[in-house]
């Protein structure tokens, strides 16, 4: 049922998922073997220098940043969004865990599986993603679960070194806007940005 609000009509839904277009993140974190495991997500968002996560329970991502509290934020452009759909099936945990059974299947190597290319990081033990145009190497702060039915962990991580490719940087201190888009996840959807709004007050460029 419509409701009148103003010039609007609007009605109360009830959405199965609240991915209302964020970035995509693809996380890399360390094995127990040392290898880096990548974990597709889209639940990120930053504040200053810390970068917040969030990630279901049960999973390998989250195994990992539990054992060894480091990773990288790696974030892909739209053109990278086959290769993230790619992982979007695959676990690192074996045994494939039980809420994942019947869609996901146990993938080691998820760079080879995805064709993405690791890249050794500067300041900590994963490895960064070559074709992501921005990779920000993280250490986790602070850990926290929450939820009662569904359990999903926050991860407080601070930024400790950021790589970006030289096509999107204006200098050490900026990157260029009209030169990069982020992939960005709409309702289970894949897009990039659209044209240029404007620019709000405290822009620099």
């Known amino acids: 049922m419509y409701v009148q609000e103003g010039r609007t009509k609007t009605r109360t839904i009830h959405p199965k998922i609240l991915y209302f277009g964020t970035p995509v993140v693809l996380l890399t974190t360390l094995q127990e073997d040392g290898t880096s495991n990548i974990t597709p ?7 200053g220098n ?11 991502g989250l195994a990992n940043l539990r054992r060894h509290n480091e990773c990288v934020v790696n974030i892909p452009s739209p053109d990278l969004w086959h ?20 869609g996901f299947r146990y993938e080691k190597d998820k760079f080879t599986a ?22 920000i190497e993280a250490s986790v702060v602070n850990l926290r679960v ?6 999903f962990a926050i991860i407080e991580t601070e ?21 990069w888009s982020p992939l960005i996840y709409n309702f289970r959807h ?16």
């Open 41 to 47: 997500m889209s639940s990120a968002w930053a504040l």
């Open 190 to 205: 894949y897009f990039g940005l659209g044209e240029q709004r404007g620019k709000t007050f405290r822009a620099e460029v």
């Open 114 to 135: 995805s064709g993405l290319s690791a890249i050794p990081s500067h300041r900590v033990a994963p490895s960064r993603i070559a074709e992501c145009p921005l990779q």
């Open 83 to 102: 290769q993230v759909e790619a992982l979007a099936p695959l676990t690192g945990a074996n045994p494939v865990p039980a809420h994942k059974k019947g």
């Open 159 to 179: 930024a400790v070194s950021i790589h970006a490719h030289e096509r999107i940087i204006l200098d050490d201190t900026h990157i260029d806007p009209l030169k």
């Open 146 to 151: 929450t939820g009662e039915d569904t359990r």
């Open 50 to 60: 810390r970068i917040i996560l969030g990630l279901g329970e049960g999973g390998q």
